[in-house]
């Protein structure tokens, strides 16, 4: 059984700085496509950033320049750091994962394992 969970959400001023993390268990870390989304009040759950196994990496392209994502194989940890928080970047934050498959993906349907999400709140 895969468990994905997520940490790290809070409250931040605009222009702030934060850290999610999420930490996979279950099978092989090093094998699995990682990504995050996230979702806002009102609106639809959109796709922010994703890794590879092999540690490609795609952004949409809001966060681009602001958001890195990373991951630690040997802490079976993915990353999220989030720099010039705006307070459109306000929303429920996600972590998915998929087992065996390469590549990155921006579609949900690109993951079979989800966390319970992550509060990130900008305030302006």
């Known amino acids: 059984q895969v468990q994905v969970v997520e940490s790290g959400g809070g409250l931040v001023q605009a222009g702030g700085s934060l850290r999610l993390s999420c930490a996979a268990s279950?099978?092989?870390?090093?094998?699995?496509?990682m990504g995050w989304f996230r979702q806002a009040p009102g609106k639809e759950r959109e796709f922010v950033a994703a890794i590879s196994w092999n540690a490609g990496r795609d952004y949409t392209d809001s966060v681009k320049g602001r958001f890195t994502i990373s991951r630690d194989n040997a802490k079976n940890t993915m990353y999220l750091q989030m720099n010039s928080l705006k307070s459109e970047d306000t929303a429920v934050y996600y972590c998915?994962?998929?087992?065996?498959?390469?590549?990155?993906?921006?579609?949900?349907?690109?993951?079979?394992?989800w966390g319970q999400g992550t509060q990130v709140t900008v305030s302006s």
């Open positions: 279950g099978r092989t870390f090093s094998t699995y496509r």
């Open positions: 998915a994962a998929r087992y065996k498959v390469t590549g990155t993906s921006n579609t949900a349907s690109g993951y079979d394992y």
